[in-house]
């Protein structure tokens, strides 16, 4: 039963680029959960989704990022125009409906 | 708005080592708290959950209680290895909201 699964591990962009992480949830579950993690801070809590509806996005910037959940395929979080404080780890999770999350690995990404 | 906050921010011991890592939140409505632990450029692993109704959970030399009234986890390591070198990360679970909200953090070095 393969775990969270993310990619890329790694990105590279220069300001203004767009990013897209993707994020493919663990079998059976149908939550999926993005956190930020900036250098030196702790995991921020940014979206929260189910197949095809955003649950809670609380802890999304207003402007420039967007995620989605689609019926088919895995959670896609979209960043536009990025800016060096973007550079961070962005981890995914997902779970059941209740009970305990379960992180993937994480995409770096650095933006020039 | 609840805030995890957890102590110390670094510890080093030697082999052998029993060791506690303490965490506080401020809003006691709690639906669970989770301990993860983090290695260096890695994801988030799972270590226990124990949901708010719960004291402690035990799961191998680790074992975490929750003393949800005064706001306080506890996170036991027996006799620590040097594997059990880490970041470990503490988050809790509102009532009525799946997003976690982490501390910052105890990272842990055990010497051999």
């Known amino acids: 039963n393969a775990g969270v699964m993310q990619n890329p591990r790694h990105l590279v962009r220069r300001r203004g680029q767009e990013a897209r992480l993707r994020c493919s949830p663990m079998?059976?579950?149908?939550?999926v959960y993005w956190y930020r993690q900036l250098p030196e801070e702790g995991l921020k809590f940014m979206v929260y989704l189910q197949k095809e509806n955003i649950i809670d996005e609380s802890g999304m910037p207003k402007e420039r990022f967007s995620a989605e959940f689609p019926k088919e395929g895995p959670s896609i979080l979209r960043i536009q125009q990025v800016v060096r404080g973007d550079s961070a780890a962005y981890f995914c999770a997902s779970s059941f409906f209740t009970g305990e999350l379960f992180f993937g690995e994480g995409s770096r990404l650095t933006v020039l | 708005k609840q805030e995890v906050t957890q102590i110390p921010a670094a510890l080093s011991v030697p082999e052998g080592e029993n060791l506690v890592l303490n965490c506080s939140f401020t809003?006691?409505?709690?639906?669970?708290l989770q301990w993860f632990r983090q290695d260096p450029g890695k994801g988030l692993t799972s270590l226990l959950l124990?949901?708010?109704?719960?004291r402690e959970q035990t799961s191998g030399r680790l074992n975490a209680s929750l003393d949800k009234s005064s706001g306080r986890s506890t996170l036991y390591i027996a006799a620590s290895q040097p594997g059990d070198s880490a970041t470990y990360l503490c988050a809790v679970e509102d009532t009525g909201r799946r997003a976690l909200t982490f501390g910052s953090g105890t990272r842990l070095q055990v010497q051999p």
């Open positions: 124990i949901q708010s109704s719960q």
């Open positions: 079998k059976g579950h149908s939550h």
């Open positions: 809003d006691s409505a709690i639906y669970n």
